[in-house]
């Protein structure tokens, strides 16, 4: 029996051949989305799943990242960069993308809006989204892993819209 290169008698002494080909190389993992440059979040297949509104079989067995930049029409990438999922393959709008929208969701588990957040704060000069929120996730209401295209938890996006339009309200 004759030998390749990658191939090497059997350590068991049964003089079988035993290939020996090296590991194929592992994927390149990135952490910048390959449109906007910008450094991605991970998020877990559970979201990725339950967010595309393209088949699930387009999905390989690799990690994904989200991508935040507003001028990025790219919402998930994969980690070696080779697949993206763009704002037109996903079943939510995506607030990161549409920051400056009134109706696009905030806080998606309890469906607050900019404006609805703006509208609090005409009426009381307050708002309470915050609490409201937090009580909703005590109470285990939240599910902001397949609700929130991000992944993960609202409450700095809605912190920060609740800032940026008291400052904008504020004379």
Same mark, same amino acid.
């Given at each position: 029996?004759?030998?390749? @290169?990658?191939? +090497?008698?059997?350590?068991?002494?049964?003089?079988?051949?035993?290939?020996?080909?090296?590991?194929?190389?592992? *994927?390149?993992?990135?952490? #910048?989305?390959?449109? +906007?440059?910008?450094?991605?979040?991970? $998020? !877990?297949?559970?979201?990725?799943? !339950?967010?595309?509104?393209? !088949?699930?079989?387009?999905?390989? =067995?690799?990690?994904?990242?989200?991508?935040?930049?507003?001028?990025?029409?790219?919402?998930?990438? @994969?980690?070696? %960069?080779?697949?993206?999922?763009?704002?037109?393959?996903?079943?939510?709008?995506?607030? =990161?993308?549409?920051?400056?929208? #009134?109706?696009?969701?905030?806080?998606?588990?309890?469906?607050?809006?900019? +404006?609805?957040?703006? *509208?609090?704060?005409?009426?009381? %000069?307050? !708002?309470?989204?915050?609490?409201?929120?937090?009580?909703?996730?005590?109470?285990? =209401?939240? %599910?902001?892993? $397949?609700?929130?295209?991000?992944? @993960?938890?609202?409450?700095?996006? $809605? @912190?920060?819209? $609740?800032?940026?339009? =008291?400052?904008?309200?504020?004379?």
């Amino acid at each position: 029996m004759g030998e390749c @290169s990658c191939c +090497s008698a059997d350590r068991a002494g049964t003089g079988d051949m035993v290939c020996q080909l090296p590991a194929p190389p592992a *994927a390149k993992v990135i952490a #910048d989305c390959p449109v +906007s440059g910008r450094r991605g979040k991970k $998020v !877990s297949t559970t979201t990725i799943k !339950s967010m595309l509104a393209v !088949s699930l079989t387009a999905l390989r =067995q690799v990690d994904y990242l989200f991508c935040d930049q507003a001028d990025c029409p790219v919402v998930y990438f @994969s980690a070696d %960069g080779a697949q993206t999922f763009t704002t037109a393959e996903v079943r939510e709008r995506v607030f =990161q993308k549409e920051r400056a929208t #009134d109706d696009v969701f905030v806080c998606y588990c309890f469906q607050h809006t900019p +404006s609805a957040i703006r *509208a609090e704060l005409l009426e009381t %000069g307050q !708002s309470t989204v915050v609490e409201r929120i937090t009580a909703g996730i005590q109470a285990g =209401q939240c %599910g902001c892993d $397949v609700r929130n295209p991000q992944g @993960s938890c609202c409450l700095g996006n $809605v @912190s920060g819209v $609740v800032k940026r339009l =008291q400052h904008q309200l504020t004379p």
